[in-house]
């Protein structure tokens, strides 16, 4: 089947830039964590992802251990490129991630040089690509020197393998450390990626500031919290067809009392703005242009619809001040 993009691709998502760069990111972007293993057809990951581009979500954010098992997910976007999307490459943005866990033995885990590396070229084999638009560091790793990781980084956006680099999951000191090694490699951080929702607004402390006073970016991930920010466990179930039933990162532990207090507090604020829960929480993410993008995972293509709507969203000043009852305190 040849794949024709749609030729209103760009009309619908908002595009924002990447703190002080060149680089314009949709508002909304997608991340193949979950659904994109061996464990999902092909054929309905490949409809997503085609569908995510159609509609302007061009930003894809991979890691070299996405699964299962490890590796499958860039292994999945490879085989969508290879049939019909790699002619759109240059439109794409696609970013991978190593410092988790991902082979065995020391050199396939942390911030070492010779994982990166390794770990970057191994990426690239199975996307079949020549290249990442991100290459991160995906954790500090608190034996590594930091030192050894940012000079990784620069190298490798000098070996023209990643064209930006990025960190995620650094608190703000070290992310500011990194900022300044990089720097004075003549790299600059584009994107940070931290946690950011509702249910996690830990960034806003410290972190969101730093990276308005360096002019850097952000790419926010599970702004939904995994799908907890939706009607779906409103009434404290666990649907079937839900990520809490088929992943190992959520389960019905996380349906307590107090969230369910949170949720529906959420909902009665969605309806009387007229959006769903997850449209709020994706427009909520995005009030502050610190970030760049909101990450979101999908198991159908209605929920890029749903993001797609989202990001554009202005939430009223009521609305945003009004949540605050119900956010992570
Ligand atoms: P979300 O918080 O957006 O959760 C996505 C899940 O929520 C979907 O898979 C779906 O689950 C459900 N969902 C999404 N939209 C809707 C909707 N409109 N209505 C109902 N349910 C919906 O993000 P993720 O936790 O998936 O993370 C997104 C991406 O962020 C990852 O793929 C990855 O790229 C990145 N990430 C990065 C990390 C890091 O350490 N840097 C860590 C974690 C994620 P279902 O339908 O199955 O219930």
């Known amino acids: 089947r040849p794949f024709e993009a749609a030729a209103t691709r760009y009309t619908d998502v908002p595009f924002q830039r990447a703190g002080a760069s060149g680089v ?38 991979l890691a070299n251990n996405y699964g299962p098992p490890y590796g499958s997910a860039e292994s999945t976007f490879g085989a969508v490129l290879e049939s019909g999307l790699a002619r759109y490459r240059d439109e794409l943005f696609v970013t991978t991630k190593a410092g988790y866990d991902m082979w065995p ?3 396939g885990d942390g ?7 390794r770990s970057l070229e191994q990426s690239l084999q199975r996307m079949n690509t020549d290249y990442v638009d991100v ?5 500090v790793d608190p034996d590594t020197p930091i030192e050894e990781t940012a000079t990784a980084l620069a190298d490798i956006v000098r070996s023209g393998k990643a064209l930006y680099v990025g960190i995620s999951n650094y608190p703000a000191p070290l992310a500011k450390r990194a900022y300044e090694l990089l720097a004075e490699q003549g790299v600059k951080l584009l994107l940070h990626q931290p946690r950011y929702s509702l249910f996690d607004r830990t960034p806003e402390a410290e972190l969101f500031p730093l990276l308005r006073e360096l002019s850097v970016g952000s790419a926010v991930f599970s702004p939904l919290a995994q799908g907890l920010l939706t009607r779906k466990y409103i009434d404290g179930d666990v649907p079937a067809d839900s990520r809490a039933a088929n992943s190992f990162f959520l389960n019905g532990s996380a349906l307590t009392d107090g969230y369910l207090d949170r949720i529906r507090g959420i909902d009665r604020i969605a309806q009387e ?57």
């Open 135 to 139: 290459f991160y560091s995906h954790r």
């Open 111 to 117: 911030g070492s040089r010779k994982y990166l590396v």
């Open 273 to 329: 703005a007229n959006l769903s829960i997850p449209q709020l929480a994706i427009a909520w993410v995005l009030r502050d242009p610190v970030v760049t993008t909101a990450i979101i995972g999908a198991s159908r293509t209605s929920q890029i619809d749903d993001a797609v709507a989202a990001s554009q969203v202005t939430l009223s000043d009521d609305v945003v001040a009004a949540l605050d009852e119900f956010a992570a305190p």
């Open 105 to 107: 033995g020391p050199f």
């Open 24 to 61: 314009q990111l949709p508002k909304v972007s997608l991340g193949l964590w979950q659904n994109f293993g061996r464990d999902r057809s092909f054929d309905s990951q490949r409809e997503i992802v085609l569908h995510a581009f159609d509609r302007g979500v061009v930003h894809i954010d």
